[in-house]
Nanobody, 126 residues
Framework: QVQLVESGGGLVQPGGSLRLSCAAS????????MGWFRQAPGEEREFVAA????????YYADDVKGRFTISRDNARNTLFLQMNSLIPEDSAVYYC???????????????????WGQGTQVTVSS
């Protein structure tokens, strides 16, 4: 079993910043591409960002490029999402996810990610 636990969500003003964390346990963290996804009420879960196993390569959805940064600390089995210049459209439940073991290719499809956290709420509002 791989367990993922997100934290760091909350209420923030437009233009503000939040840092989300995802703590992983149960597997060798560095074996897995990791991703962040988000889901707003009434909408499909959408891709936000993904990061390679080593942390050397990242891939972002177009609407978060330049504002969000995904990173990982393999020594601490932790994934991060730094969110800057937040806008109300960023409001959603944010989920971290782990791809299948040893997959070397980054991807954005929810179907390819095998393990999911419970989500953390991010609300951007004045």
């Amino acid at each position: 079993q791989v367990q993922l636990v997100e934290s760091g969500g909350g209420l923030v003003q437009p233009g503000g910043s939040l840092r989300l964390s995802c703590a992983a346990s149960g597997r060798t963290f560095s074996n897995n591409i990791m991703g962040w996804f988000r889901q707003a009420p009434g909408e499909e879960r959408e891709f936000v960002a993904a990061i390679s196993r080593s942390g050397g390569t990242a891939y972002y959805a177009d609407d978060v490029k330049g504002r969000f940064t995904i990173s990982r600390d393999n020594a601490r089995n932790t994934l991060f999402l730094q969110m800057n210049s937040l806008i109300p459209e960023d409001s959603a439940v944010y989920y971290c996810a782990a791809d299948r073991d040893n997959n070397p290719v980054l991807g954005r499809s929810t179907a390819r990610y095998e393990y999911w956290g419970q989500g953390t709420q991010v609300t951007v509002s004045s």
